[in-house]
T-cell receptor, first 113, second 110 residues
């Protein structure tokens, strides 16, 4: 089956760290992605991780992958008001020659000054 | 370098009409994917095209069709529009494993 689940809301104080969690079902996923969507805007690729990695760091962003539990997290250090957005987790789902991205519902991050 | 472009940005149609949405991928990208994003939800995969051939299809009715042209641009067509087709339609282009999205076309069906 294809399913990606995320918590829907997260509220943090400016300067704190944010941790957004995601679980997925397709154990054959090779890549897992985090996208950011600001109100009225398209989707911005933030970062992605290959399934043979367990951690990837990119400036303020840290991605952790627990392949055994099919759990992915995105940590944003020193969260700023400009980080307020919806964050989507997505996995690549393989079915024969077809590949498609399966998305979670998104986590709405609110950053309070 | 231009990113993924989509046209039009907004569109209003009435039930039963048809619509054509257009997408130009990033230069050099040969794969284009289409997604539907209903308000408050994540994107749902509609189609993927690579080198003008359909590589994947999501769970959408036959009213939805697409094609890719020799210059890798793509069109998404939706016939017999329903109110439930109101959504943001996103196009993404990719070269490898990263998909880059356009700003989307906001379709409203009245």
């Amino acid at each position: 089956g294809e399913d990606v689940e995320q918590s829907l809301f997260l509220s943090v104080r400016e300067g704190d760290s944010s941790v957004i969690n995601c679980t997925y079902t397709d154990s054959s996923s090779t890549y897992l992605y985090w996208y950011k969507q600001e109100p009225g805007a398209g989707l911005q690729l933030l970062t992605y991780i290959f399934s043979n990695m367990d951690m990837k760091q990119d400036q303020r962003l840290t991605v952790l992958l627990n392949k055994k539990d099919k759990h992915l997290s995105l940590r944003i250090a020193d969260t700023q008001t400009g980080d307020s957005a919806i964050y989507f987790c997505a996995e690549i789902y393989h079915a024969g020659n077809n590949r498609k991205l399966i998305w979670g519902l998104g986590t709405s991050l609110a950053v309070n000054p | 370098d231009a990113g993924v472009t989509q046209s039009p940005t907004h569109l209003i149609k009435t039930r039963g009409q048809h619509v054509t949405l257009r997408c130009s991928p990033i230069s050099g990208h040969k794969s284009v994917s289409w997604y539907q994003q209903v308000l408050g939800q994540g994107p749902q995969f509609i189609f993927q095209y690579y080198e003008k051939e359909e590589r994947g299809r999501g769970n959408f009715p036959d009213r939805f069709s697409a094609r890719q042209f020799p210059n890798y641009s793509s069109e998404l067509n939706v016939n017999a529009l329903l109110l439930g087709d109101s959504a943001l339609y996103l196009c993404a282009s990719s070269l490898g494993n990263e998909q880059f999205f356009g700003p989307g076309t906001r379709l409203t069906v009245l």
